[in-house]
């Protein structure tokens, strides 16, 4: 199973909602990966968790809140978003924080009205 | 600050060689050169790495100059289903004095399309 999945693969929330994304791997990979992606742009880094524990913050808004509950699950804990942050949001582990491949999830395309 | 160069976008016919350059004139002698690709609406795919010797892989071929400046990824031969954005990467690998340069960093890529 070389498989990263997300859910939910769309999300609409207004502005002062609460949401989850969520993120789930199987390979027994022990750094994942937080990516945003905004229209005909390139993936940007956002966080980075190592052994469950994060290891690298991007100087991302506090309204963006990550968590790795145990080393198959991550999530993104979403509160007061902004129209602007809407994107698509991506998942990806590898073996190893720094590992030779990384496999990511297709996404959560997140609108925020 | 970018660290590799490619053309922003190219096209090839079905059937026929991809061959895709990518400049780093200023790698480092720990930095591998990475390749992946995303296809619209999906996430970022692994194609293959290489540190100075020509890789070639199920999917492609890397070759990379024997001065580590440049590097061409080669789709030998290329699908419809290959349309989609390459993006170079150059990173080290964590452990080998990569520092922070072990992140994956995304570039802007190359707008590769395939015609029937």
């Known amino acids: 199973d070389t498989e990263v999945t997300q859910t939910p693969k769309h999300l609409v929330m207004g502005m002062t909602n609460k949401k989850s994304l969520k993120c789930e791997q199987h390979?027994?990979?022990?750094?994942m990966y937080w990516y945003k992606q905004k229209a005909k742009k390139p993936p940007e880094l956002m966080f980075v968790?190592?052994?469950?524990?994060?290891?690298i913050n991007e100087s991302v808004p506090s309204r963006f809140s990550p968590e790795c509950p145990n080393s198959s699950l991550l999530n993104l804990h979403l509160h007061a978003l902004q129209p602007e942050d809407s994107a698509l949001y991506l998942c990806?582990?590898?073996?190893?924080?720094?590992?030779?491949?990384?496999?990511f999830g297709q996404g959560t395309r997140l609108t925020v009205v | 600050d970018a660290k590799t160069t490619q053309p922003t976008s190219m096209d090839c016919a079905e059937g026929r060689a991809a061959n895709l350059p990518c400049n780093h004139s200023t790698i480092s002698g720990n930095e591998y050169v990475y390749w992946y690709r995303q296809i619209h609406s999906q996430g970022p795919q692994y194609i293959i790495h290489g540190l100075k010797n020509n890789e070639t892989n199920e999917m492609a071929s890397l070759i990379i100059t024997e001065d580590r400046k440049s590097s061409t990824l080669i789709l030998p031969h290329a699908t419809l289903r290959d349309t989609a954005v390459y993006y170079c990467i150059v990173r080290a690998n964590k452990g080998l004095g990569g520092g922070s340069n072990y992140k994956l960093t995304f570039g802007k890529g190359t707008l590769l399309t395939v015609n029937p």
């Open positions: 990806a582990s590898s073996d190893r924080e720094g590992g030779t491949e990384a496999f």
């Open positions: 390979m027994g990979h022990r750094a």
């Open positions: 968790y190592s052994y469950e524990k994060l290891s």
